[in-house]
T-cell receptor, first 111, second 117 residues
Framework: KQEVTQIPAALSVPEGENLVLNCSFT??????LQWFRQDPGKGLTSLLL?????REQTSGRLNASLDKSSGRSTLYIAASQPGDSATYLC??????????FGTGTRLTVIP | GAGVSQTPSNKVTEKGKYVELRCDPI?????LYWYRQSLGQGPEFLIY????????DSGLPNDRFFAVRPEGSVSTLKIQRTERGDSAVYLC???????????????FGPGTRLTVL
């Protein structure tokens, strides 16, 4: 069974810093990988989706990379803002249609 | 257009009771998914529909859980004889196409928070 791990579990940074969140998965036979944001008591907002054939995707201050062979992805957030505070979830899609999620990284950006 | 909606947003029930949770997918989306998220964990897959049929129900934890999608749009997750361990946030997602296209991005609703006392 696919297992997805995210480290660190929690991260606190001062406003303006650049930061990296890590995601690793055990089975490299994936279709795609998604990064989501979850605010307290809310659903999931998709941030970036990387296809298995791609190496990275960018959206604004966010950049996600994928190294399928080593089972790793990173989410880079540039110039962090207090509004970036949330839990960030990584999920991979395998041959089945469902997503396998990590347990998330809880990010706090201190003003 | 509107996103995925779920009702109710919160549900409190007593152990042993029956509950129904509703999901309205994005209009025109043919695939629908249910996930369960326990406190401090990532969402875990429960069931996936293609149209009206359950294409994969391997994530349902036991036979107290059942889901339907009779007209290929709205879906209802049904839990019988609820237990305290069923307390979680139940998330619904939809995607625009059936099949195993890698481009099938899933769009999530806000979830229903179920508390079993």
């Amino acid at each position: 069974k696919q297992e997805v791990t995210q480290i660190p579990a929690a991260l606190s940074v001062p406003e303006g810093e650049n930061l990296v969140l890590n995601c690793s998965f055990t089975d490299s036979a994936i279709y795609n990988l998604q990064w989501f944001r979850q605010d307290p008591g809310k659903g999931l907002t998709s941030l970036l989706l990387i296809q298995s054939s791609q190496r990275e995707q960018t959206s604004g201050r966010l950049n996600a990379s994928l190294d399928k062979s080593s089972g790793r992805s990173t989410l880079y957030i540039a110039a962090s803002q207090p509004g970036d505070s949330a839990t960030y979830l990584c999920a991979v899609r395998t041959g089945a249609n469902n997503l396998f999620f990590g347990t998330g990284t809880r990010l706090t950006v201190i003003p | 257009g509107a996103g995925v909606s779920q009702t109710p947003s919160n549900k409190v029930t007593e152990k042993g009771k029956y509950v129904e949770l509703r999901c309205d997918p994005i209009s025109g989306h043919t695939a629908l998914y249910w996930y369960r998220q326990s406190l401090g964990q990532g969402p875990e897959f429960l069931i996936y529909f293609q149209g009206t049929g359950a294409a994969d129900d391997s994530g349902l934890p036991n036979d107290r859980f059942f889901a339907v999608r009779p007209e290929g749009s709205v879906s209802t997750l049904k839990i019988q004889r609820t237990e305290r361990g069923d307390s979680a946030v139940y998330l619904c997602a939809s995607s625009p196409r059936v099949g195993e296209s890698p481009y099938n991005e899933q769009f999530f609703g806000p979830g229903t928070r179920l508390t079993v006392l």
